[in-house]
């Protein structure tokens, strides 16, 4: 079990979405929205931190009724709600984005510009709605390019040719490029799809978490972080306090203070959010 006391001093709760806050069909539990509300009345305050786009996340903050700051991309962005206020934001510089698109066009790869509303494509990369798994993103075909160069939060590059798309991988490092950070996998959906995610380096979940409780005067201490996946392993580096769902990997589950016995489509974070308000009530 928790300590109690602990519990008592949470201001901040900040929640990942995917296989943590929404189930399969990406719908926050009754259970939790009701207890939400019941916190905030005691003060507590809740975020999100999640690698979708800050579009994308609006209608879960909407549905909790929030108006605190929210992570997304990964910590890339921070934007408070319902306001659209930029708390944070760190764009690709414009060279960057320009190299990739001639390296794309070189080798015969698709490249999407991820920016806080949409994700931009033109004709030639028109299979990008279909290949780029971003849940609930806007996408938007553009003309050209030009104009989106220089509020670039993320660049997409994806294709079949794995040694096309690390080729492009190792130009993003020292000494073709300075201060970037990648993620390359291949696609859970589509078979021998292989993406490359470029970045600045410096954003994460956790780095989005110390700016966020930075800006609003908590301690990180003073926080909950609740989440799943491989993404959220810089939350739970923090010294926050960490709760893994039932469904998350083994390695959240080795870093946290407590795991639920609910998963995500039980309504996990019910069970955390009901010994917070047990504590805050005692």
């Not at 510009?113 to 780029?132: K, M």
């Not at 939060?153 to 991988?169: C, D, M, Q, R």
């Amino acid at each position: 079990m928790l300590d109690k006391d602990r519990l008592k001093k949470i201001k901040l709760i900040v929640f990942d979405l995917d296989g943590t806050l929404v189930n399969k069909y990406d719908e926050i539990g009754k259970e939790t929205i009701d207890l939400v509300k019941e916190l905030k009345e005691l003060g507590v305050r809740f975020s999100f931190a999640s690698g979708r786009l800050h579009s994308a996340v609006t209608y879960h903050a909407k549905t909790l009724n929030l108006t605190s700051p929210l992570i997304s991309l990964d910590g890339a962005l921070i934007k408070n709600y319902p306001d659209g206020k930029t708390i944070h934001e760190s764009y690709v510089k414009e060279k960057y984005v320009l190299k990739n698109l001639e390296l794309v066009d070189k080798f015969m790869l698709k490249i999407a510009l991820c920016h806080g509303e949409a994700i931009y494509y033109t004709e030639n990369n028109s299979l990008i709605p279909q290949l780029i798994e971003k849940f609930g993103a806007k996408f938007q075909k553009v003309d050209s390019y030009e104009r989106y160069l220089r509020q670039t939060l993320e660049i997409i590059i994806t294709g079949e040719n794995k040694k096309a798309v690390k080729h492009i991988l190792d130009q993003t490092k020292f000494p073709y490029s300075f201060g970037l950070a990648t993620s390359f996998y291949k696609s859970h959906d589509h078979d021998q799809v292989y993406y490359l995610e470029i970045r600045n380096r410096g954003n994460s979940k956790g780095t989005g978490l110390k700016r966020l409780t930075k800006h609003l005067k908590i301690k990180i201490k003073d926080t909950a972080v609740v989440g799943d996946w491989y993404n959220d392993r810089s939350l739970f580096e923090s010294d926050s306090l960490k709760i893994a769902v039932a469904n998350a990997v083994d390695e959240i589950k080795a870093m946290a203070d407590y795991i639920t016995k609910r998963n995500n489509n039980e309504d996990a974070t019910a069970e955390f959010l009901n010994m917070v308000l047990e504590a805050k009530k005692s």
